[in-house]
């Protein structure tokens, strides 16, 4: 009795720890208030976000009703360029009737897996240039777009702080570059 006993609680407890842990990370209303105090950002629910600054711009995190996570950086000031990244199949099938140009390339574990597109030719490769495109590369989910006033990036989740660290560092970046075209201007210098 007491072997049944020890057998069912060491075997029932692991897996309902595991299965809880698991609900925890995958529920944002139960996760993402620690995540924001690591990340130094608010937690608001209904619908759960996180929201604040972060090296000076404007971020904020959403969970989608349908599942998935939202990420926006707001840009300073509008952007005329329009850029998009992601794997390759998704970007492809996303395209429009307007279909911005294709970014060539720079390292070839980007060429493999990702495709950016941007609205204007000329500056594609500065918005994509070869740092960027080793950023990018590294990451496990690429997907955004970038027009007007923010940057979206779509993600299946967001569970941990590194993974949040580095989408909102590729964010700024990418939002950094978007505002040296500034709408109805020339680009900056």
Aim: charged share 20%; net charge negative; glycine share 8%.
């Amino acid at each position: 009795m007491l072997t049944a006993l020890l057998v069912v609680a060491f075997g029932v407890v692991p897996v309902g720890l595991y299965f809880w842990r698991e609900h925890k990370l995958s529920t944002p209303s139960l996760q993402w208030p620690t995540l924001g105090k690591i990340l130094n950002l608010q937690f608001a629910d209904s619908p759960a976000r996180l929201e604040g600054n972060w090296n000076g711009r404007e971020l904020r995190f959403e969970a989608s009703a349908a599942g998935g996570v939202r990420a926006v950086a707001k840009l300073n000031a509008a952007t005329r360029l329009r850029v998009e990244c992601g794997e390759k199949d998704l970007v492809t099938r996303r395209a429009g009737t307007l279909v911005p140009d294709p970014v060539e390339p720079i390292l070839p574990e980007f060429r493999d897996r990702l495709l950016a597109r941007c609205s204007e030719k000329a500056a594609g490769p500065v918005v994509f240039d070869e740092a960027m495109q080793h950023r990018l590369a590294g990451m496990p989910e690429v997907d955004f777009v970038g027009q007007a006033t923010a940057v979206t990036w779509t993600l299946s989740a967001l569970k941990d702080p590194d993974t949040a660290e580095s989408v909102m560092g590729a964010l700024c970046a990418v939002a950094d570059a978007l505002e040296g075209y500034p709408q109805g201007g020339k680009p900056l210098a």
